[in-house]
């Protein structure tokens, strides 16, 4: 099943619910198909975003990959324990850049300075793909999307946006159905990640 309109997607009717490990909590910004869960797992996709506070574990989420990218702060250092006797694997994840890796093997993080807010996306593993990238838009500057996914959301990390519905402000999430979507940045500009899934 595919979007067949576009709606706005407000941040403060996003669904809290705490982490699978529950060292933490998420706001749920989108789940498919409509009923499934995070803690079931039974879902094809879900977005989410979420503060981190301290070094954490994260939760193992078999038959899932994941995309996680770093909206407010320094940046994580992400260490995944691949097979038992071997070494680490590290990478350091810094602001705006999307990092994928998969949501069944052990993995914990560490701050790289201080509280960071993220923004995650999850997909079962051969059975959905994504597109995932930032783009800045300058103040009072129009840009168009070519929509291409499924499902496609655009979120507004910085700023505020002017689209053909309504005003998206900071942590709110632009739905919209494969099409040309089109939206003008505040006059301070914005950064939005745009997120297309097939």
């Given at each position: 099943?595919?979007?067949?309109?576009?709606?706005?997607?407000?941040?403060?009717?996003?669904?809290?619910?705490?982490w699978k490990n529950n060292l933490g909590y998420t706001d749920e910004i989108a789940i498919f198909p409509p009923g499934s869960s995070l803690t079931k797992g039974d879902f094809l996709w879900r977005l989410s975003s979420a503060r981190i506070e301290h070094a954490s574990a994260f939760s193992l989420f078999p038959a899932h990959d994941r995309v996680l990218v770093v909206l407010k702060g320094e940046g994580i250092r992400m260490i995944h324990s691949l097979e038992e006797g071997e070494p680490e694997d590290t990478s350091e994840v810094l602001p705006l850049q999307p990092y994928e890796f998969p949501g069944d093997i052990?993995?914990?993080?560490?701050?790289?300075?201080?509280?960071?807010?993220?923004?995650?996306?999850?997909?079962?593993?051969?059975?959905?793909?994504?597109?995932?990238?930032?783009?800045?838009?300058?103040?009072?500057?129009?840009?168009?999307?070519?929509a291409e996914g499924q499902w496609n959301f655009a979120y507004v990390i910085e700023g505020a946006?002017?689209?053909?519905?309504?005003?998206?402000?900071?942590?709110?999430?632009?739905?919209?159905?494969?099409?040309?979507?089109?939206?003008?940045?505040?006059?301070?500009?914005?950064?939005?990640?745009?997120?297309?899934l097939n």
């Open positions: 099943m595919t979007l067949s309109h576009m709606s706005i997607l407000r941040k403060g009717a996003y669904r809290r619910a705490s052990k993995s914990r993080c560490e701050l790289l300075g201080g509280p960071i807010t993220d923004f995650s996306l999850f997909m079962r593993t051969g059975e959905v793909g994504a597109d995932v990238r930032t783009q800045e838009i300058e103040p009072n500057q129009e840009y168009t999307w070519n946006l002017d689209a053909e519905i309504g005003s998206l402000e900071e942590g709110d999430t632009l739905s919209t159905p494969q099409n040309r979507a089109c939206f003008r940045a505040s006059t301070d500009g914005a950064i939005v990640l745009l997120v297309a």
